[in-house]
């Protein structure tokens, strides 16, 4: 059964950090993208970041730059995002999505999903 599943997620304080992860099972890493998506209450799901088969990484968003970092390893089957000052308005389901070989900025594109982990950043 091809399968992704997400956790790390949970409840921050403003500025504080999380680590999510990504695993898959039934299937490799190595030729595909993975995409880190999130939707807020009442707002579209929007990607986050990616990380594409040759280790290129892309960030949706100016102020995710400098904050998260997504990083792979294909050995382990597991993406990561890891994601630093966080701030409220970061607060979200993310999820974990895959497609052979490069990013796309779209979410139709992507085939396999996870169910989410829940993220929120509240004081």
């Known amino acids: 059964q091809l399968q992704l599943v997400e956790s790390g997620g949970g409840l921050v304080q403003p500025g504080g950090s999380l680590r999510l992860s990504c695993a898959a099972s039934?299937?490799?890493?190595?030729?595909?993208?993975v995409g880190w998506f999130r939707q807020a209450p009442g707002k579209e799901r929007e990607g986050v970041s990616c990380?594409?088969?040759?280790?290129?990484?892309?960030y949706y968003g100016e102020s995710l730059k400098g904050r998260f970092t997504i990083s792979r390893d294909n050995a382990k089957k597991v993406v990561y995002l890891q994601m630093n000052d966080l701030k409220p308005e970061d607060t979200g389901v993310y999820y974990c999505?895959?497609?052979?070989?490069?990013?796309?900025?779209?979410?139709?594109?992507?085939?396999?999903w996870g169910q989410g982990t829940q993220v929120t950043v509240s004081s």
């Open positions: 999505a895959t497609r052979t070989w490069s990013c796309q900025g779209s979410a139709s594109t992507y085939v396999y």
């Open positions: 039934g299937f490799t890493l190595d030729r595909r993208a």
């Open positions: 990380i594409s088969s040759g280790d290129v990484t892309t």
